[in-house]
């Protein structure tokens, strides 16, 4: 498999806790749309600060293990040279906007990077499009809404083209048309761009359609890691996990359990409406 | 996804044993305590500025911030030194005295001293005692007084005595309030400024 993240027997602990993360061993295909699921307090942000070098070399702690990036380890590499690999926007994804202008703030990393004025502003204007904001580079940042705010933060990750893009909880704080629309974007850019993306996510229907890998950690340790239609029955399996399923999945696992026939990786209420019809489960059935 | 013992299955929860931890410093790429340095001596000048003088005396507040920038960064001496030449700048503007400059000298002088005493405290473990930041903040505000009132002195072509019987009583009382400062504010702008370090986030 051509794994862009790679994740060896890696343990971590911050200066002053117990133990996060334990013994994680994961591998993030390349070109996936994978998503993270686990309780609170599992150790999911703590995964993704590891994958972008900030666990523990920026935050400081204990760890052992290792954690490449493609094909690179993170040890003693810069957060700022891993941001060009890797992008991570972070659930208080505010507290990453530091410029005064939209446009300033795409083109805060490249300039930081040393690349040429005349290219940051082409890339600047690009990645704004990319993200539904053409022409806004002159807008203060007040003049954004929240969700606009979000989306420059997203193009700031976009205009260094990492091949890999984290997001921590996105859309935690959005409405279900906010969330849906957010993840129409991702998923635009992830056909568009081949971009990988790892997605920690609380509200796994929002990413239903688009999801392909899925990763369950629990205490700190990942439980379940696979392709989608591999691994959601052994989720449903596990009690701890099992709410954290969307209902849909949810119902299909409970289906099969109690049919004993073996339904399609439903991605919408129609889909699950139309194979439940043709497999004669009551005319009654609507999406 | 790799054909590991976890691809695909919940795994079984194993007490597996800890393998020896390797411990890294928290290394914000040498920026934050610029950060926290220019905040704190934000808001030391607007507190020196709007601070009443009571009875003669005012808490020095720009010698309490670089006071607990030093406790809290534990800054190499040179780095010590740049932050006390810049605390002395900053007093320039707004200083009432005969001769500003001083301050340049005085400053210098006390920020150098709160960095060899934190060091000297650390090197006795005592770095983390809860009364180190009320000892460095009184020390540095009397050798930085001493040094100001000292160069006044020298200045106005005051006698010794003044200096000795009139300034240093007064340049000890400003220090132990300062101390009192740098002691209560160092640990909420610790907890501010470190919050994210203790894993809290999880």
């Known amino acids: 498999m051509n794994s862009v993240v790679s994740v060896s027997d890696f343990y971590f602990k911050y200066l002053r806790s117990e133990l996060v993360l334990k013994n994680i061993n994961l591998e993030i295909e390349k070109g996936s749309f994978t998503v993270i699921i686990g309780p609170s307090g599992a150790g999911k942000t703590t995964l993704c600060k590891a994958m972008t070098g900030i666990v523990p070399y920026y935050s400081g702690g204990d760890y052992a293990g290792d954690v490449k990036v493609l094909g690179e380890t993170t040890k003693g590499k810069k957060v700022s040279d891993l941001a060009m690999k890797v992008g991570l926007m972070l659930e208080d994804y505010e507290s990453q906007l530091v410029s005064l202008t939209a446009g300033e703030e795409v083109a805060f990393s490249l300039l930081n990077h040393g690349f040429p004025p ?12 990319d993200v539904g904001l053409p022409g806004r580079e002159s807008y203060q940042l007040d ?35 906010g969330g849906e629309s957010l993840y129409k974007l991702l998923d635009k850019i992830h056909k568009e761009h081949g971009t990988t993306f790892i997605v920690v996510e609380h509200r796994v229907e929002f990413v239903l359609p688009y999801l392909t890998n899925l990763v369950a950690i629990k205490n700190g340790e990942v439980a379940v890691q696979g392709k989608c239609e591999e691994v959601v029955s052994r989720i449903y399996e596990d009690a701890e996990l099992r709410p954290l399923l969307p209902e849909l999945w949810q119902v299909k696992c409970s289906l099969e359990k109690k049919t004993g026939r073996t339904f ?9 409406a139309k194979e439940l019809q043709s497999e004669g489960f009551g005319k009654g059935v609507r999406a | 996804m790799s054909e590991n013992n976890n691809s695909g299955a919940v795994s079984e929860v194993k007490q597996e044993p800890v393998p020896a931890l390797t411990h890294v410093e928290a290394n914000q790429e040498g920026y934050r305590w610029v950060a926290i340095t ?34 809290l960064t534990r800054p190499p001496l040179k780095r010590a030194i740049g932050i006390g030449f810049v605390a002395g700048l900053t007093l320039i503007p707004s200083s009432k005295s005969a001769f500003p400059l001083g301050n340049i000298a005085s400053e210098l002088s006390g920020a150098t001293c709160c960095c060899l005493l934190v060091k000297a405290f650390v090197a006795c473990h005592m770095g983390d005692w809860r009364l180190t930041p009320f000892i460095t903040g009184f020390v540095s505000t009397f050798v930085s007084g001493s040094v100001f009132t000292f160069i006044l002195r020298t200045v106005l072509g005051l006698p010794l005595k003044v200096w000795i019987f009139a300034m240093l009583p007064v340049v000890a009382v400003v220090g132990v309030i300062n101390g009192l400062i740098t002691f209560g504010l160092f ?16």
């Open chain 1, 264 to 272: 399609k990786l439903w991605r919408s209420a129609d889909e699950a």
């Open chain 1, 118 to 129: 005349e290219e940051a502003e082409e890339r600047t204007r690009l990645a704004l499009e």
């Open chain 2, 38 to 71: 220019a905040m704190l001596f934000a808001i030391g000048i607007i507190l020196h500025t709007v601070s009443p003088n009571v009875g003669g005396v005012t808490p020095n507040w720009t010698i309490a911030m670089y006071a607990i920038v030093i406790n």
């Open chain 2, 187 to 202: 640990r909420p702008v610790k907890k501010l400024f470190y919050a994210q370090e203790g894993g809290e986030e999880e």
């Open chain 1, 143 to 177: 003049e954004l809404s929240g969700g606009q705010r979000q989306r420059l933060a997203l193009a700031s990750l976009l205009a260094v083209h990492p091949e890999i893009i984290v997001l921590d909880e996105p859309v935690s704080a959005m409405d279900p048309d």
